[in-house]
């Protein structure tokens, strides 16, 4: 039966939408889409309030280029910080996870929705959960975070299990939703008589055991550790055999793959949905790992498989390719991934941070020179597009060229040729474009910052990297494989990460994103004592910015001083500013431009506090 529908009034249209900026981070308990189409990806926000009309009409608040979609096919309604989507008699239908929707439903964060070749996929942070009597889903997220909650204080491990008996639809995040009701064969993993036989057979007193709305069992294990978790979920698919014998579980373990209740089971249930029938999987069986050459590139949130799977798809196209994305979300990784998986891969990958290019030097850098062009040109040398001829040109950070670099820029990808400054002939050469930003161009467009032309040029399609704070299921993979690499470098023994460090780092904010997260990851296996990664060897903005925990690292507030603590107010105004610069300067990867940025700093200023502070960008270990 279709879930019943809180229709709107027209005083409730919501007449636009809006995209949001790479790097803009949408506001507290709103809600935004990532849209996913055949050869571009965009984000779109939306209001607290309303119902948007979703398909290829021109009135359509969310418009789908697909053929697919039609005219007038969904309507998104938003109201008292909950997401519904309703069908509306569309003539191909959607999906919600992977399940065909029959009326409307509700949206989590994480939950895909997908029309024709679109995915949509919700984001944000939903409303905090009350607790109720059942143990339905509601009852089962709150008691998991009271866990969590016990867990972090207590230091004790807690795992999660995700049982289902049909393939789970792929998805992006949370807890699936009940479509059109749960076929007869899963009921009965949910009726009591499957919950008794569990209790008796397979589950402790202390075991919490709930249910999904898309109708899996979810079983809490408080005090287990991921291995004893994995043999209590095969004990307990044992005990459903009978009546379930294609039922399969996925295990996930806090803090290993999660810090918070959301995080977690979504960890679980992504884990579930990799297995075989009949087989039990713990959370390293839903990392996916891609060789790109020499590079490897790990992949545990689905939205980030999403998007490669769409690099996959424009790889093979000549088109030029957009990457947009905050400083170090992993822009490079996904330039390179185009041109790896291009027929262009045994071609030269040539990247240029046109940051670093002042006018003086583009024409030189990008299409080479002639001996005796300019004072200094010593020798012949072959431009950027030259070294890259046959393969890939990447153009990281484009939107930090000056409208003159941009005009000769335009000039060669409107006709393919270029001539070296002091030589009178045109060369060719034959190059793939793809560029990346962390610059909304539309607006920089619109500010005349940017060209419009060569917006349009550079964007035929566009991927949009999403940063790390919202990806929680790439955090705890990604510092184990840094702290391992940086430890092998070190010559070290093997290193743990303790829970409270796996908490610290789940609760930073990333400014900085992956490129921060290795950082911090080398500073912690060069400062470790001992075999265990604790938040004290983390780097101190880790621990003090926290993402919500407090000044102490741990939630808690910082001491106060004693009176012989104090020094001038000046010095520590000083020493902070010194300690943000060098900070930005490792997040932005020691290019000045990107630092200045990061902190709001004139880069002129910058520069010159550079000198004062004494600080080296090509050495940010100094103290």
Same mark, same amino acid.
């Given at each position: 039966?279709?879930?019943?529908?809180?229709?709107?009034?027209?005083?409730?249209?919501?007449?636009?939408?809006?995209?949001?900026?790479?790097?803009?981070?949408?506001?507290?308990?709103?809600?935004?889409?990532?849209?996913?189409?055949?050869?571009?990806?965009? *984000?779109?926000?939306?209001p607290?309030?309303?119902?948007?009309?979703?398909?290829?009409?021109?009135?359509?608040? *969310?418009?789908? /280029? =697909?053929?697919?979609?039609?005219?007038?096919?969904?309507?998104?309604?938003?109201?008292?910080?909950?997401?519904?989507i309703?069908?509306?008699?569309?003539?191909?239908?959607?999906?919600?996870?992977?399940?065909?929707?029959?009326?409307?439903?509700a949206?989590?964060?994480?939950?895909?929705?997908?029309?024709?070749?679109?995915?949509?996929?919700?984001?944000?942070?939903?409303?905090?959960?009350?607790?109720?009597?059942?143990?339905d889903?509601?009852?089962?997220?709150?008691?998991?975070? !009271?866990?969590?909650?016990?867990?972090?204080?207590?230091?004790?491990?807690?795992?999660?299990?995700?049982?289902?008996?049909r393939? *789970?639809?792929e998805?992006?995040?949370?807890?699936?939703?009940?479509?059109?009701?749960?076929?007869?064969?899963?009921?009965?993993?949910?009726?009591?008589?499957?919950?008794?036989?569990?209790?008796?057979?397979?589950?402790?007193?202390? @075991?919490?055991?709930?249910?999904?709305?898309?109708?899996?069992?979810?079983?809490?294990?408080?005090?287990?550790?991921? =291995?004893?978790?994995r043999?209590?979920?095969?004990?307990?698919?044992?005990?459903?055999?009978?009546?379930?014998?294609?039922?399969?579980?996925?295990?996930?373990?806090?803090? %290993?793959?999660?810090?918070?209740a959301?995080?977690?089971?979504?960890?679980?249930?992504?884990?579930?949905?990799?297995?075989?029938?009949?087989?039990?999987?713990?959370?390293?069986?839903?990392?996916?790992?891609?060789?790109?050459? $020499?590079?490897?590139?790990?992949?545990?949130?689905?939205?980030?498989?999403?998007?490669?799977?769409?690099?996959?798809?424009?790889? $093979?196209?000549?088109?030029?390719?957009?990457?947009?994305?905050?400083?170090?979300?992993?822009?490079?990784?996904?330039?390179?991934?185009?041109?790896?998986?291009?027929?262009?891969? %045994?071609?030269?990958?040539?990247?240029?941070?046109?940051?670093?290019?002042?006018?003086?030097?583009?024409?030189?850098?990008?299409?080479g020179?002639?001996?005796?062009?300019?004072?200094?040109? !010593?020798?012949?040398?072959?431009?950027?597009?030259?070294?890259? @001829?046959?393969?890939?040109?990447?153009? =990281?950070?484009?939107?930090?060229?000056?409208?003159?670099?941009?005009?000769k820029?335009?000039?060669?990808?409107?006709?393919?040729?270029?001539?070296?400054?002091?030589?009178?002939?045109?060369?060719?050469?034959?190059?793939?474009?793809? %560029?990346?930003?962390?610059? =909304?161009?539309?607006a920089?467009?619109?500010?005349?910052?940017?060209?419009?032309?060569?917006?349009?040029?550079?964007?035929?399609?566009?991927?949009?990297?999403?940063?790390?704070?919202?990806?929680?299921? /790439?955090?705890?993979?990604?510092?184990?494989?840094?702290?391992?690499?940086?430890?092998?470098?070190?010559?070290?023994?093997?290193?743990?990460?303790?829970?409270?460090?796996?908490?610290?780092?789940?609760?930073h904010?990333?400014?900085?994103?992956?490129?921060?997260?290795?950082?911090a990851?080398?500073?912690?296996?060069?400062?470790?004592?001992?075999?265990?990664?604790?938040?004290?060897?983390?780097?101190?903005?880790?621990?003090?910015?926290?993402?919500?925990?407090?000044a102490?690292?741990?939630?808690?507030?910082?001491?106060?001083?004693?009176?012989?603590?104090?020094?001038?107010?000046?010095?520590? *105004?000083?020493?902070?500013?010194?300690?943000?610069?060098?900070?930005?300067?490792?997040?932005?990867?020691?290019?000045?431009?990107?630092?200045? !940025?990061?902190i709001?700093?004139?880069?002129?200023?910058?520069?010159?506090?550079?000198?004062? !502070?004494?600080?080296?960008?090509?050495?940010?270990?100094?103290?």
């Amino acid at each position: 039966m279709a879930e019943s529908v809180v229709m709107l009034g027209p005083q409730d249209r919501v007449k636009t939408t809006h995209s949001l900026a790479a790097d803009q981070q949408p506001e507290p308990d709103t809600f935004h889409f990532m849209v996913v189409e055949q050869t571009s990806s965009r *984000i779109v926000g939306l209001p607290p309030a309303g119902f948007l009309l979703v398909g290829r009409s021109p009135e359509a608040d *969310i418009y789908l /280029d =697909d053929p697919a979609t039609s005219r007038r096919h969904a309507k998104v309604m938003l109201q008292g910080g909950t997401v519904r989507i309703m069908d509306l008699d569309s003539r191909n239908g959607l999906r919600v996870n992977g399940a065909p929707l029959d009326g409307a439903c509700a949206l989590v964060p994480g939950d895909v929705v997908s029309i024709g070749e679109v995915s949509l996929i919700l984001r944000g942070r939903p409303k905090p959960r009350h607790a109720r009597a059942l143990l339905d889903e509601e009852a089962l997220m709150d008691r998991l975070a !009271h866990e969590i909650e016990r867990g972090i204080e207590y230091a004790r491990p807690l795992c999660v299990a995700f049982i289902a008996e049909r393939p *789970i639809p792929e998805r992006s995040g949370v807890h699936a939703r009940a479509r059109a009701g749960s076929s007869p064969a899963l009921a009965s993993l949910l009726d009591d008589a499957a919950v008794a036989a569990l209790r008796e057979r397979a589950i402790r007193a202390v @075991d919490i055991v709930g249910r999904t709305a898309g109708g899996e069992l979810c079983i809490v294990f408080p005090e287990l550790e991921a =291995d004893e978790a994995r043999a209590a979920a095969a004990l307990a698919l044992e005990s459903l055999a009978a009546r379930s014998p294609g039922a399969r579980a996925g295990v996930a373990a806090y803090p %290993a793959d999660g810090c918070d209740a959301e995080t977690l089971l979504a960890a679980a249930r992504d884990t579930c949905r990799a297995t075989e029938p009949g087989g039990v999987a713990g959370g390293a069986d839903r990392v996916r790992s891609l060789a790109l050459g $020499d590079r490897v590139v790990v992949l545990a949130d689905p939205a980030m498989m999403k998007l490669f799977s769409l690099i996959e798809r424009l790889a $093979d196209a000549h088109l030029p390719v957009l990457v947009v994305g905050e400083t170090g979300a992993g822009k490079e990784h996904a330039a390179f991934a185009v041109h790896h998986g291009s027929s262009r891969r %045994a071609g030269p990958f040539v990247c240029v941070n046109c940051a670093a290019i002042p006018d003086t030097l583009f024409e030189s850098e990008f299409f080479g020179h002639q001996k005796g062009a300019f004072s200094g040109a !010593h020798a012949a040398q072959a431009g950027l597009f030259e070294r890259a @001829d046959g393969g890939t040109l990447f153009l =990281d950070e484009v939107g930090e060229l000056s409208l003159f670099a941009q005009a000769k820029l335009l000039r060669v990808l409107e006709n393919g040729r270029f001539t070296r400054l002091g030589e009178p002939r045109e060369r060719e050469a034959d190059v793939r474009l793809v %560029a990346a930003t962390n610059r =909304d161009l539309a607006a920089e467009v619109k500010a005349r910052r940017f060209r419009e032309d060569l917006f349009y040029r550079l964007s035929s399609a566009v991927v949009m990297i999403p940063p790390l704070r919202e990806r929680p299921a /790439d955090i705890p993979v990604l510092a184990r494989r840094f702290l391992a690499s940086a430890r092998e470098r070190a010559g070290k023994a093997l290193l743990a990460i303790a829970p409270a460090t796996m908490l610290a780092l789940s609760r930073h904010g990333w400014p900085g994103n992956v490129r921060e997260l290795r950082n911090a990851m080398e500073y912690a296996a060069a400062s470790v004592h001992g075999g265990v990664v604790e938040p004290s060897s983390l780097p101190p903005a880790v621990t003090r910015g926290g993402g919500g925990a407090g000044a102490g690292g741990d939630g808690s507030a910082p001491a106060p001083l004693r009176a012989d603590e104090f020094r001038p107010l000046a010095d520590e *105004i000083q020493a902070l500013e010194r300690q943000r610069m060098r900070e930005a300067l490792a997040a932005a990867g020691g290019v000045r431009v990107r630092a200045a !940025h990061l902190i709001a700093m004139p880069e002129r200023t910058f520069r010159l506090k550079l000198r004062q !502070h004494g600080l080296d960008p090509g050495r940010l270990d100094d103290g």
